[in-house]
């Protein structure tokens, strides 16, 4: 006489396989919420970006942006020494929120400066990092945003 019900092999079997189904939906959602950070870390970098250029237009003044302490300030730069030592804080950008770090990498100046068209005075770049992904903000001379993959707005002469 037969019993029913599972053997002991087959529920091995079943929990194995529940297990290696499990691992495969953990690495896939783990890289789903990375890329989900990743996308709210972006959004809103380049909105504090946006909102220090519709400030400078809004005032009719220069708005300075500089990285002070791992975070983004954006200040009304009265003095026009594009630093915000003394100045009305306008917004800040905090990278930690999203355990992310960001770097702002200018051009000929220090930090970066929108004028009172919203241009600003020099492009610049900001990388940001969150774990081992580096994704790059690239800002043109005419305040367009750009986002690229890696740390380089412009491949080298070396990668072609």
């Known amino acids: 006489m037969r019993r029913s019900g599972f053997t002991f ?3 091995l079997a079943a929990l194995a396989l529940l297990g290696l189904i499990g691992a495969i939906f953990s690495l896939e959602g783990r890289a789903w ?3 989900q950070k990743e996308r709210a870390a972006l959004a809103e970098l380049q909105a504090f970006l946006q909102r220090a250029r519709t400030e400078a237009v809004t005032r009719g003044a220069m708005v300075a942006v500089v990285q002070e302490a791992g975070e983004l300030t954006a200040c009304l730069d ?6 915000c030592a003394n100045e009305p804080v ?13 770097e702002l990498v200018s051009g000929f100046q220090p930090g970066l400066r929108y004028n009172a068209l919203g241009r600003p005075y020099t492009g610049a770049r900001l990388v ?7 994704t790059t903000l690239c800002l043109t001379l005419g305040g367009r945003i750009r986002v690229v993959s890696g740390t380089r707005c412009y491949p080298s002469s070396e990668e072609g």
């Not at 306008?90 to 960001?102: K, N």
Request: charged share 35%; glycine share 10%; proline share 3%.
């Open 90 to 102: 306008l917004t800040r950008y905090r990278p930690e929120v999203h355990s992310a770090s960001v």
């Open 78 to 83: 009265r003095n026009g020494d594009g630093r």
């Open 33 to 35: 919420f990375l890329a």
């Open 128 to 134: 940001l990092r969150l774990g081992e992904r580096r």
């Open 9 to 11: 092999l087959e529920t």
